[in-house]
């Protein structure tokens, strides 16, 4: 019996699909716009795979990105604890009307990562962000197991945190960003007996944690 026909990769529709994406998101993804950063990642890193970055602007995607990073705005402020890194959308990166917060800082772990890892990719020189400020107030995050936390006003800590505070040190080549050390530490209490890694010491192997290291 013959074997069935293996389907074609449908290459130009996945580039008009991700080319979309990397623009702006259509309607069916509106409620996905808290992650907005995260998604455009996925869409430019696609289009890079494919070889068809020719088909954004890559200067007005970089633009774009660097609108998002948020900058203390006196030298005071680096020492209040909050993370300057970047937001991942518009609605996070400016207060709701509803509520009163001038100090706002919407910055996420996961979002630097991701404007980061798509100003590599569309050929930023990365030389150009303050790394200062990135870097130390990132330390703000790393707690004293050595995990991360996402943002400064506190969430889950797992080793999807570290890997993004690690490729963020890594990107722009400085590591004062982090204690390497405590995250090692981190990190191997993440093993389980398996051999394979957890999200959180003590949790059952998962690719995704694995993959991270």
């Keep these: 019996m013959a074997e069935p026909e293996q389907p074609e990769f449908a290459r130009e529709r996945h580039v008009l699909f991700l080319e979309a994406m990397a623009s702006e998101l259509p309607a069916d993804y509106a409620s996905q716009e808290v992650n907005h950063l995260t998604l455009a990642y996925f869409a430019v890193a696609g289009l890079s795979l494919l070889r068809e970055l020719d088909r954004v602007n890559k200067d007005q995607i970089a633009k774009w990105i660097l609108s998002f990073q948020v900058h203390p705005k006196t030298d005071n402020e680096l020492d209040n604890g909050q993370f300057y890194g970047f937001c991942g959308s518009r609605t996070t990166q400016f207060p709701s009307t509803n509520m009163k917060d001038p100090c706002h800082n919407g910055s996420h772990l996961a979002s630097t990562y991701s404007a980061l890892a798509i100003l590599k990719i569309v050929g930023y020189d990365l030389a150009n962000i303050d790394n200062k400020v990135l870097l130390s107030s990132m330390r703000n995050l790393q707690q004293p197991d050595g995990s991360f936390m996402p943002t400064h006003i506190g969430a889950e800590t797992d080793l999807r945190f570290v890997y993004c ?9 400085d590591w004062t960003g982090m204690d390497k050390e405590k995250a090692k530490q981190y ?9 394979g890694f957890g999200l959180v010491p003590g949790s059952e192997s998962h690719g ?3 993959f991270n290291l």
């Design 165 to 173: 505070a690690a490729a963020i040190c890594s990107m722009l080549k």
């Design 187 to 195: 990190i191997l209490s993440c093993q389980s007996y398996d051999g």
């Design 208 to 210: 995704t944690a694995s």
